[in-house]
């Protein structure tokens, strides 16, 4: 089954359902399609590609919605790619009954992505403790090979108290 977008609120996962679960197989469940990714996904035209421990693969295409005034790519784009593949990344290695959030995030534009030009970025964790996790990732076109921009996150990795 591909990985689905979810529609409404109701389709994303309950916090009860993330916390039953490691990272990983959350991740994995995601990219199955048992699991509803989020709309940004749709709106921005990218998509989760592939995952394992410790990396995420995205794959997307800028279209004309998420030009700039100068009729480029907008960084929001890159932004958006690079911290959804950094935050799976590091999605993969938060234990059950855990979660994270970002607490940074940097990005490097190297050049401008053409429109349409259908790009990749691979994310990969570089560090993972009991309370943070540190990822880097390119985004590169797939049909030059290019790097068009690069990415590196710090994220805080959250136990669940019980009420």
């Known amino acids: 089954m ?4 979810a529609e409404t609120p109701e ?6 359902r993330l916390l039953s679960m490691s990272g990983l197989d959350f ?3 995601m990219l199955r399609g048992e699991i509803a990714g989020p709309p940004i996904a749709r709106t921005l035209n990218f998509a989760l590609v592939d995952v394992g421990p410790g990396r995420a693969v995205f794959r997307g295409v800028p279209l004309f919605g998420v030009t700039n005034p100068m009729g480029a790519v907008h960084g929001g784009w890159y932004g958006a790619v690079l911290d959804s593949a950094l935050g799976c990344a590091c999605m993969t290695v938060v234990p059950k009954g855990s979660w994270y959030t970002t607490l940074e995030y940097k990005v490097n534009i190297t050049r401008a992505l053409p429109l349409g030009a259908e790009a990749e970025c691979v994310a990969s964790v570089q560090h993972a403790g009991r309370a943070t996790a540190v990822a880097e990732a390119v985004l590169r076109g797939l049909a030059d090979g290019k790097v068009y921009a690069t990415g590196s996150t710090t994220c805080i990795i959250l136990a669940h108290q019980a009420a």
Do not use: E, K, V, Y
């Open 2 to 5: 591909p990985p689905r977008i």
């Open 27 to 29: 991740m994995q469940a």
């Open 11 to 16: 389709d994303l996962a309950s916090r009860d």
